[in-house]
């Protein structure tokens, strides 16, 4: 009798736990946005009424119940470090430049220098349709610069580790890019450089370890040898201040997507004397646009925090950075997050300085970029190209990019 009472009250122990734990989740204000996975979570508010026909309703109920338990970044982070401990185990004595693939909670996976917290993206490989691609972009970008033959137009590619023939011999692998780039290069006819990450040394002061960005070290690389592509006569501005602040730590998407299973980057701020701009949005001037000042502009909270990082700063299609000289002349720069790590030291030496990010304004307007209308109307002198390999060749749920990028004449119209 002692024994079923026993059961019993259990059995109604546990019961009543999982009831008010499952009110709780429901109840609650529900968290929105996982920072170890990057994502939007799941929620109760959002079930669909048709899903009661299509039989998805329990997955997205079970979807919901398991984004919005309490403490979930918690658990999630403490599972995936006690499998990364094991892993390590597993792996030892291995080299720095062997490769490792990390399973991601985006289902991306990337790969671990060695047993080290050092992450990167996934070899490129040299298949047929990456090299019509390269070859395509390189004839695109040959045929705006003849349509619009006053305007000067150069190629700028911030190359990153798995671009690079770093870990061939170690890995019994061939980087893929090389060939992908000498390809572009054999085609196209403006002035092109790529950042030459010739040394595991060198990648490592110029990225962060959890992500995939520049460090403000490697951004002065990237503006410095871009300067010298479109103003070699010109004084490139030197850093007046370095802060590496201690306390104040950088998780990058790398961070996020593996469960922060890597250990965080300290985040240095290099300052410069730059010259003073205003910033447009869609004609607006906008006043909450600061790049680079000092750590107090700077919130590490728990939604963002990599908002640290100049390069996740802007979102928008098009910026326009007004220096008001007029006497100067004006920039256009098709760029991914990459050239915002760099836009506000080159618009020191432009009138004007745009930005554009072709994928971002075919998902805003719904419509192809024109590149050689906005050249016309906006009385461009020298457009630059900065985006990264991915942007040829890269699919994700958001698209593909190489599409997005596309140079159509008159935008196809």
Known sequence: ?????????????????????????????????????????????????????????????????????????????????????????????????????????????????????????????????????????????????????????YVYSPTQAHETSLFDNENNITAGANNLWKTFEENIEVPFKRFNLDSLDLYKKAYYMSDHHPTSYGADIFYNEIMSMLKPDDETLKPTFIDCH??????????????????????????????????????????????????????????YPYHYNIAYKIYDPIMEIDTNRDELENLLIIGDSYSNSVLDLISSHYNKTFRVAPYNYLRDYGEMFNYDKFIKENDIDTVLFMYTVENYYYKDIYGDRYEQNAIIENGGK
């Open 246 to 303: 201690v306390g104040k730590t950088f998780y990058g998407t790398f961070a996020n997507r593996t469960g922060r299973i890597t250990a965080p980057d300290e985040f240095c701020l290099y300052m410069y004397d730059i010259k003073k701009y205003d910033v447009f949005v869609e004609g607006k001037k906008k006043d909450d646009y600061v790049y680079r000042s000092d750590f107090k502009n700077y919130v590490n909270d728990d939604t």
């Open 1 to 153: 009798m002692r024994k079923n009472l026993r059961n019993y009250f259990f059995t109604f122990i546990v019961l009543s736990g999982l009831c008010i734990s499952s009110l709780y989740i429901v109840l609650k204000n529900p968290k929105l946005i996982s920072d170890e996975e990057n994502r939007h979570l799941k929620t109760f508010q959002y079930l669909e009424l048709t899903s009661f026909f299509d039989g998805s309703f329990q997955n997205q109920i079970e979807s919901a119940y398991t984004d919005q338990f309490p403490k979930r970044n918690f658990v999630v982070n403490f599972k995936n470090k006690i499998d990364d401990t094991f892993r390590k185990i597993l792996l030892n004595n291995i080299s720095e430049l062997t490769l490792v693939k990390i399973d991601t909670t985006d289902g991306f996976p990337l790969l671990r220098l060695g047993n080290s917290d050092r992450m990167i993206n996934t070899i490129i490989l040299d298949t047929p349709e990456n090299q019509e691609r390269f070859k395509t972009r390189a004839l695109e970008i040959n045929q705006l610069q003849k349509r619009n033959p006053d305007t000067k137009i």
